[in-house]
């Protein structure tokens, strides 16, 4: 179990997360936020990057900064910029990383044929990784996480640039690794989350805003989501979601305190509840918008 009790980080003057309390169990836990709101600054702290300002991180109920190797021995990180060698063969590379670990050669090279095989790599296991996709290497960045089988597993923005293709692919991969352990996904990708997260976590204003199912946070904006017509004239209250068409022509997706003249009632989606609570992040004539 990995907690976190009133942790708040501040470089220098600058604040950056303030009295966050958390705690995870195994499963895949989405951290959705738009970029800046301190996604990373708060796995930095996790994986020992970075230690709090204030407040404590435990794993099991032992402080992880007094555990150092041994936490550390359990822990697989996937950061936002993943280094690599583009001459280095995935093999190759997965070999260099486990020396760094001090693995038994023998013993890692079995289990690099296992995790090559697991984020189906094992047809270009000896091709030079300059020529992979941007999904493939990302690929390559999962196995690297996983060599010491950790209990507690970070994915920092994972899925950044890849196509949907690879990004269906690498949710399934997250799912299957989630089963016995603990999974941190950041993320403000939306779909990357809606699907495989038993719980979702935003922060806002540097504070912790929620940490709840993808069904509770969307039922919070429940009665509040509309279509309607493209002629329709949104007032100031009114938030523009999204936009379709349909057979009945152009929709506009909105978000309303009152139900518009026009309009039809929808079942809200997270990305719904994700821009109405982000909207003066994502849309800065939203100010003023309330519900």
Known sequence: ??????????????????????????????????????????????????????????????????????YRGILGYLPQDFGYYGNYTPTRFLLYIAALQKMNKKEAKEKIDELLELVALSNVKHKKMRRFSGGMIQRVGIAQAMLNNPRLLILDEPTAGLDPKERVRFRNLIHRL???????????????????????????NHHLYCCETPSQITRSVQGYIFEVPATYQLTPEQLLLSERESEEGHLLRIASPFVPTEGVEVRPSLEDAFLYIYRDEVNTDAASYSL
């Open 1 to 70: 179990m990995l907690t976190l009790n009133h942790v708040s980080k501040k470089f220098q003057s600058n604040l950056v997360l303030e009295d966050i309390s958390l705690t995870f169990e195994n499963g895949v836990y989405g951290l959705l936020s738009p970029n800046g709101a301190g996604k990373t600054t708060l796995l930095k702290m996790i994986t020992t990057l970075l230690f709090p300002t204030s407040g404590e991180i435990l794993w099991n109920g032992q402080a992880i900064k007094e555990l150092g190797a041994d």
């Open 178 to 204: 989630a089963q016995d352990r603990i999974v941190i996904l950041s993320t403000h990708i939306v779909s990357d989350v809606e699907t495989i997260a038993k719980q979702i976590i935003m922060i806002k």
